[in-house]
Each structure stands twice: as structure tokens, then as C-alpha cells.
């Protein structure tokens, strides 16, 4: 059986493709590319079809980690798609379960940083408008997540 990720920022030009392509990095380490699948989309139509934010881009190759992909938008069929839906900020949270009216896929959203175990900011705040330290700030964050991420996904949602 094969677990099913989706990150999820405004734009999907910053945290959620930097979510993604981290946890990417973590899955392959760990030699397990057949049993987690890793997307990521934003909540806005504000970027469809865009690169990665090339600042994104470049904190996260400094760090060894490769960064591809392509901006789209959150649709609402991916809550049926994917197994768990990780959101980077509030905002972001409240847009996605807004688009759930019944509440039937609640259990499936949380915040990222619920699995963080060395930080304790509650949200991974929009880098966009800021230097090179938050993005930098961005990639610990995220790497601090989806480690305990997938430790919690080995853990509770693997059987081999
Ligand atoms: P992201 O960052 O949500 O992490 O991809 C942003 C990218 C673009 C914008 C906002 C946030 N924007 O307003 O264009």
C-alpha cells in the first residue's frame, strides 16, 4: 500500500514545493520511494503552471536537497486522492477546510508543524516578502517536519 502526501502553501512556488522535494530527499535516504508518495499544491490560483521560487530554489540546493516541480492549484478531488494533507500556516489550513463543507476529510488536514520535534513555532510563515535567512529558516523548519513526519508514517502507516 503506498501513502499518499500533499503539502500545502498559497502560492506553491515556496514552502509546499521546498515541503515536498525535502521529504523527497528524506524518502529516498530512507529507501522508501515505493511506499510514500509526495505532492504538493497551493491554495491559490495566484502561480498555476510556475517554477519554484528561484530563492526557494537555491536555499534548498545549498543544503544538497533538489528542488523540481510546477505550481497548481489545491483541487478539491485531492482530498480524496491523497492520505494526509499538511498545511503550512493557518491560513492555509482554514482555505483548505473551507473547501470541505461537510467536514468529511477534517481528519486528513493537519499543520506541518505538529510534527516537528526540534522547534516550536506553531506555522511556517510566507518567505516571499523577505531575504535569503527566511527561506534558510524555511528549510530547517521543513526539515525538522519531515523528519518527524516520516518517522510518524513508519511508525503507524507502513506494514511490510
Ligand atoms: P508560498 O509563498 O505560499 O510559500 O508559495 C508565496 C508565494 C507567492 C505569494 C505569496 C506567498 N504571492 O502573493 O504571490
Known amino acids: 500500500m503506498v501513502y499518499r502526501l500533499l503539502f500545502v502553501c498559497l502560492g506553491n512556488i515556496c514552502r509546499s514545493p521546498a515541503a515536498e522535494n525535502i521529504m523527497n530527499h528524506l524518502i529516498k535516504e530512507a529507501n522508501l520511494e515505493e511506499q510514500i508518495i509526495c505532492d504538493s499544491a497551493g491554495t491559490s490560483s495566484y502561480h498555476i503552471g510556475a517554477a519554484p521560487d528561484r530563492r526557494m ?17 489545491f483541487d478539491w478531488f485531492d482530498f480524496k486522492q491523497f492520505d494526509l494533507i499538511l498545511a503550512m500556516d493557518q491560513e492555509n489550513y482554514q482555505n483548505i477546510l473551507v473547501l470541505d463543507s461537510q467536514g468529511v476529510y477534517k481528519n486528513k488536514v493537519r499543520l506541518i508543524c505538529e510534527f516537528m520535534t526540534q522547534h516550536h513555532e506553531k506555522q511556517i510563515l510566507d518567505p516571499y516578502y523577505g531575504g535569503r535567512a527566511g527561506f534558510d529558516k524555511v528549510i530547517d523548519l521543513l526539515l525538522d517536519a519531515c523528519g518527524g513526519l516520516l518517522e510518524e508514517i513508519r511508525q503507524n502507516h507502513l506494514y511490510f
Open 57 to 73: 530554489k537555491s536555499a534548498a540546493l545549498s543544503r544538497g536537497i533538489e528542488f523540481r516541480g510546477r505550481a497548481r492549484q
